[in-house]
């Protein structure tokens, strides 16, 4: 795997454990302890986990040798980019919609539901751009081949 | 587009600041802006018809393209984050607001992407020259 691999890889799995510890949290806070949604939520602090996906670029060096990124590999990391952003869209999207919906046009919500519009379309992003990148890779053995 | 999206966000800051500043604006003019910039969209697909020829567009296109695509939704990305960090600096955290400021804001990333890629198209040919040329 060469550098880009292995740095979407622990993206992949870092964004994955702090999106699942989440839900499991407040699953259990919500349906085990009895508790309001509206402290259940809390349970969301676990995705903090997802930020360890940010030491990717310290954790893995420069790739050795003369040639470290070719034109194959900036296509790949262009289309992966367009790939987060677009379905980060349908993430914004349907997260400005879902308020609207339910709730009808006279509602009123709380404030804090604007920056979970960011958070959510935040995750998918650097999510998807980095599923894309081993997609396109292939999963295959070192040297890319 | 660019033109279009220029004169409607024009129109709608001067519309908001007459409302600030108790100038009689009835609330259907605030449509206007909305329909000066949606015009572009309209204007481009009846009157810029496709290019004659074998060949209307190449590796260079493509990559203009693929670019001014990304420019447009790194735009969308920032416009998010503005829209959805401002209100709870302004307002505070405990604040409430009405649930046609999340549809609002959709609509506002729309125009903001096509707007961010019609001027990413237009610095990478150059702004202008025949054919695409510099």
Redesign the interface.
């Known amino acids: 795997m060469n550098r880009m691999q292995k740095i979407a890889l622990w993206l992949v799995v870092w964004i994955s454990v702090g999106v699942v510890a989440s839900a499991v949290a407040i699953a259990v806070l919500y349906f085990k302890f009895n508790m309001p949604m509206s402290k259940a939520i809390s349970g969301l602090g676990l995705l903090g986990f997802a930020g360890f996906g940010g030491l990717g670029p310290l954790i893995f060096g420069k790739d050795k040798g003369k040639v470290t990124c070719d034109e194959r590999d900036r296509l790949i990391n ?1 289309r992966a ?2 790939a987060g ?2 379905v ?2 349908l993430v ?2 349907i ?3 879902l ?2 919906s339910i ?13 979970m ?2 958070a959510g ?1 935040g995750l998918t ?1 650097f999510l998807v751009h980095s599923v894309a990148i081993l997609v396109q890779y292939g999963f295959k053995e070192k040297n890319n081949e | 587009m660019v033109i279009t999206f220029s004169l409607g966000l024009f129109l709608g800051i001067t519309l908001v600041v007459m409302r600030h500043f108790d100038v009689g604006v009835p609330n259907i003019a605030f449509i206007f802006p909305v329909f000066l910039a949606g015009s572009g969209g309209i204007i481009s697909i009846t009157c810029f018809k496709k290019d004659k020829g074998a060949v209307t567009s190449d590796e260079r296109d493509k990559m203009i393209e ?1 670019n001014a ?2 420019a447009g ?2 735009a ?2 920032f416009y ?2 503005l ?3 401002l ?2 600096a302004i ?13 609002s ?2 609509i506002g ?1 729309g125009f903001c ?1 096509v707007f961010a890629q019609s001027i990413a198209i237009l610095i990478q040919y150059g702004w202008g020259g025949k054919d695409g040329q510099r």
């Open positions: 262009s980019a367009l952003f677009g980060a869209y914004t999207g997260l400005c919609m308020p609207f709730l009808g046009p006279q509602a009123t919500i709380s404030i804090t539901w604007l920056p519009i960011f379309t992003s | 693929k695509n990304l939704f790194g969308v990305y998010i984050i829209m959805s960090l209100p709870i307002l505070g955290e405990k604040a409430s607001i009405p649930v046609t400021w999340c549809p804001l959709l990333a992407q």
